[in-house]
């Protein structure tokens, strides 16, 4: 089975800070999707990263996949407490051409 | 706007007394899917559906049912509900498998 791995699993900050959110695999993605689910709320999608270091920006947040394609980080700046929520990363899983497999998710929560 | 659409947002029911959960979409997309997510973990996959041909996960309790009357509406049926039935059920549709899903708000179900 492909797993999706993230890191931190809880991350508490202040406002203004920056962060980065890891989601880490043993395989090979063809893509990688990102999401934010805010509490009581379905996820919705951020981003879709396709290629092999390939950066994308949204506002404040940075998404980058890694050379290798097994690996995407997040990177939030001056979070803001609107960010809070849980971030999951996701991606075609191997042996099925119908699914997505998620990852275990990152809890944000930014203090005011 | 498009959207996927979850009735009701919230729903208590007594252990044993089957519930149906519905979902609608006006986005037109070929595939939808039903995911089981508890206290924020990553959404679980159910069942999905491309236009009415139907797919159960492996691990999927015989418990829980689905249908597809059209190309608009989805129903989740939980024939005899336990205490570990109790989470977050999300409808999500897609324009083709793999592609990105865009997820209605929720029914958080609570049993009783």
């Known amino acids: 089975t492909q797993l999706l791995e993230q890191s931190p699993q809880f991350l508490s900050i202040q406002e203004g800070e920056n962060l980065t959110v890891y989601c880490n695999s043993s395989s090979v993605f063809s893509s990688l999707q990102w999401y934010r689910q805010e509490p009581g709320e379905g996820p919705v999608l951020l981003v879709t990263?396709?290629?092999?270091?390939e950066v994308k920006k949204l506002k404040r947040l940075t998404f980058q996949f890694g050379d290798a394609r097994k690996d995407s980080s997040l990177h939030i700046t001056a979070a803001q407490p609107g960010d809070t929520g849980l971030y999951l990363c996701?991606?075609?899983?191997?042996?099925?051409?119908?699914?997505?497999?998620f990852g275990s998710g990152t809890q944000l929560t930014v203090l005011p | 706007d498009a959207m996927v659409i979850q009735n009701p947002r919230y729903q208590v029911t007594q252990f044993g007394k089957p519930v149906t959960l519905s979902c609608s979409q006006t986005?037109?997309?070929?595939?939808m899917y039903w995911y089981q997510q508890k206290s924020s973990q990553a959404p679980k996959l159910l069942f999905h559906?491309?236009?009415?041909?139907?797919?159960n996960e492996a691990d999927t309790p015989d418990n829980f049912q689905s249908r597809r009357p059209n190309t608009s509406f989805c129903f989740l049926d939980i024939r005899s509900p336990g205490l570990g039935d109790a989470a977050m059920y999300l409808c999500a549709t897609s324009r083709v498998y793999l592609y990105e899903q865009y997820f209605g708000p929720g029914t958080r179900l609570t049993v009783t």
């Open positions: 996701a991606g075609p899983s191997v042996g099925s051409a119908r699914q997505l497999t």
């Open positions: 990263v396709v290629t092999g270091g």
């Open positions: 986005l037109n997309h070929n595939v």
């Open positions: 559906y491309y236009d009415k041909d139907f797919n």
